[in-house]
């Protein structure tokens, strides 16, 4: 995730997918939150919060259609559409992070 300055502001911008607004992913074809095609992204405030939750987990995408795979360690995730060919990947293996450490 990369961060901006508003330049009459000096406040802190996020990139943003302009259909959903959730994360902007340099690269990508297609937005892996909602599964639009990736254009021009959005740009808004960045509001800092304290979030409280479930543990980071390391979860395997699989495109159903292109047959791409990546990972994500997060603590939710909401990433179901290929950034490569906008298909539907689901998370195809869950394993909790702390797992992997011991």
Not at 11 to 34: H, L, S, T, W
Not at 68 to 87: A, F, H
Request: charged share 30%; proline share 7%; glycine share 8%.
């Amino acid at each position: 995730m990369k961060w901006f300055e508003d330049e009459r502001t000096n406040a802190p911008k996020r990139k943003v997918c302009a259909n959903c607004m959730q994360d902007y992913i340099e690269g990508d074809r297609y937005c892996r939150f909602c599964g639009a095609p990736m254009g021009k992204p959005e740009f808004i405030d960045d509001d800092f919060a304290c979030i409280y939750g479930p543990m980071p987990t390391e979860r395997l995408h699989q495109c159903q259609k292109c047959g791409y795979q990546w990972k994500t360690v997060l603590m939710i995730d909401k990433e179901r559409w290929c950034p490569k060919c906008g298909g539907f990947a689901p998370v195809s293996g869950e394993q909790n992070i702390w797992d992997l450490i011991d």
